[in-house]
């Protein structure tokens, strides 16, 4: 969560930004996505599944090359894809 206040600080105001994560928190994430690490778990199996229907190949020639697309969206999915916007 800690990408999440830096990325929140460094575009407003420490109150302003504590009340934006507490409402992202709150209010617009599921209530199990990090409690116990449901909602992320949920959203990675529907990436596989995803990669599976449209992009088999793909898929295949990483799980050939022991690549888990999965590990590597889990950070992505913790930090709400933070790490894309800065």
């Known amino acids: 969560m800690n990408n ?6 460094s575009s407003m105001d420490e109150e ?5 994560f507490c409402q992202t928190i709150e209010q617009i994430l599921p209530l199990d ?3 116990n690490m449901l909602g992320v778990l ?3 199996q529907v990436l596989e599944v995803l990669m599976q229907q449209r992009f088999k190949a793909l898929q295949t020639h990483l799980l050939n ?3 888990y697309v999965a590990l590597l969206m889990l950070e992505w ?10």
């Not at 999440?4 to 600080?9: D, F, G, P, S, T």
């Not at 302003?16 to 934006?20: E, G, I, L």
């Not at 999915?77 to 800065?86: G, P």
């Open 4 to 9: 999440i206040v830096a990325m929140l600080i």
């Open 16 to 20: 302003d930004a504590f009340w934006t």
């Open 33 to 35: 996505y990090y409690s």
């Open 42 to 44: 949920v959203e990675q």
């Open 65 to 67: 090359k022991n690549v």
């Open 77 to 86: 999915l913790i930090c709400l894809f933070i790490n894309n916007v800065s």
